[in-house]
């Protein structure tokens, strides 16, 4: 390395918050948002004695929240202050869960966790739109890194609520309230970056407004189906796997597998992912995906269920880091934050819909009927991911 490009990576550090600090406050979001979740539907039904479709509704209300702030921290970030979208945020979440511990009973709950939705939702696309932000390092690196500490937080988040919640539900919203305040602290002291902020205004003034192309459409629908697919996890192969006879506890023993894989597996998958393209990572991990589904169906002891997550874990690992450096590739610097908060709503949207049209599904046939309509679901969305791709390429060479 020559010393202009020395010098251009140091100017362009200037710019940018260190991946370590982007990193850390990744964990401690997905660990606090992840001691809230998993016991929403079990304390609004078991505690505050609300039906299942009420704990449903809760959910989806959070989830649609969480999209509105997708949308706003996406807009705040590219037209506003990067810093203060991101602190500002955190410290609703922050004020919200430190409400819960005292005030935890219905309505106040819901009406707390929707604003944590929203929170979680801005501060969600402000961090992904830090992480795209850094140029010192590969965006794959970057992005690879942050989904194995979202991973890692969700299994350290799961991990608490186990230990805490036959202690009291107060003690599990103290521990998401410490998680928030200690994400509050970082972005305090390491995300405050004049340099940045002053490109973001200098981005700003162009003008330009984020306008999906078809491609990118395309892969906000193979997003919003990965998503939809993945929350099966969390609720109807539950309930399917006690229907099969087997325990609650095995149940989350795959999550911890889960985790444990992506932490294990990094630098292997890593590296692997390097070699391939955006398209074959992303295109050939939500097939990985997808075809557990199918497994799924024919799957009646527990080994079975074990196999079919270490391969769900594997898709996982390449396609969820390489989609939002896949659209960051695409899209330009001015509307950076608009184009990540895009890929979050869907997420958002995916995770709000699944519970919905599971029970629809499960009620009208049967957890079969489920499995094969959500892998064809992500096969369709894959082929018209790489149609559209094909059709880009040959229109580039036109152009050209």
């Known amino acids: 390395m020559d010393s202009s490009d020395s010098e251009q990576r140091s100017q362009q550090a200037l710019k940018e918050v260190k991946l370590k600090w982007v990193l850390l406050a990744s964990l401690f979001l997905n660990t606090g948002a992840a001691l809230l979740w998993p016991i929403t539907t079990l304390y609004t039904k078991e505690v505050l004695h609300q039906s299942m479709v009420m704990a449903g509704l809760v959910l989806t209300i959070m989830a649609a929240m969480m999209m509105v702030g997708n949308y706003v921290g996406g807009r705040l970030f590219d037209h506003w202050s990067p810093y203060k979208t991101l602190l500002f945020s955190v410290i609703l979440s922050t004020i919200s869960t430190i409400l819960m511990v005292f005030f935890h009973g219905w309505p106040m709950y819901p009406i707390l966790l929707t604003v944590i939705g929203f929170g979680d939702g801005v501060a969600g696309t402000a961090l992904n739109a830090f992480a795209a932000a850094i140029k010192t390092e590969s965006s794959r690196r970057v992005f690879n890194w942050m989904s194995v500490t979202m991973n890692l937080g969700v299994v350290l988040g799961t ?25 509050v602290i970082v972005v305090i002291f390491h995300f405050k970056v004049p340099a940045l ?42 309930v399917h796997m006690t229907n099969l006879g087997m325990s609650v506890q095995q149940y989350t023993n795959l999550w911890t597998i889960n985790g444990l894989s992506i932490v294990l597996l990094q630098t292997a998958i890593g590296w692997i992912s390097r070699k391939w393209s955006y398209k074959t990572n ?9 075809a557990t589904f199918v497994m799924l169906i024919f799957a009646h002891h527990y080994w079975a269920f074990i196999v079919i997550m270490f391969i769900l874990t594997l898709g996982e690992m390449l396609a969820t880091p390489n ?57 369709a969305m894959i082929v018209l991911v790489a149609v559209l791709d094909l059709k880009r390429k040959q229109r580039n060479k036109l152009v050209r």
């Open 282 to 290: 992303v295109l050939g991990g939500t097939f990985l995906f997808g």
């Open 323 to 379: 989609i939002p450096a896949w659209v960051d590739a695409l899209t330009d610097d001015a509307v950076r934050g608009q184009a990540q908060g895009f890929v979050a709503m869907m997420i958002s949207l995916g995770r709000a819909a699944g519970p919905l049209i599971a029970g629809v599904l499960i009620d009208a046939g049967s957890y079969s009927v489920l499995f094969m309509i959500v892998f064809l679901f992500m096969v």
């Open 159 to 183: 991990l608490l609520v186990g230990l805490l919640y036959n202690k009291g539900v107060r003690d599990v919203f103290m521990a998401a309230s410490v998680m928030y305040a200690l994400f």
């Open 197 to 238: 902020a002053k490109e973001i205004r200098r981005l700003a003034a162009k003008g330009e407004k984020f306008r999906p192309s078809p491609f990118i459409l395309s892969i906000a629908g193979l997003v919003f189906a990965m998503y939809f697919a993945y929350v099966m996890w969390e609720a109807p192969i539950a």
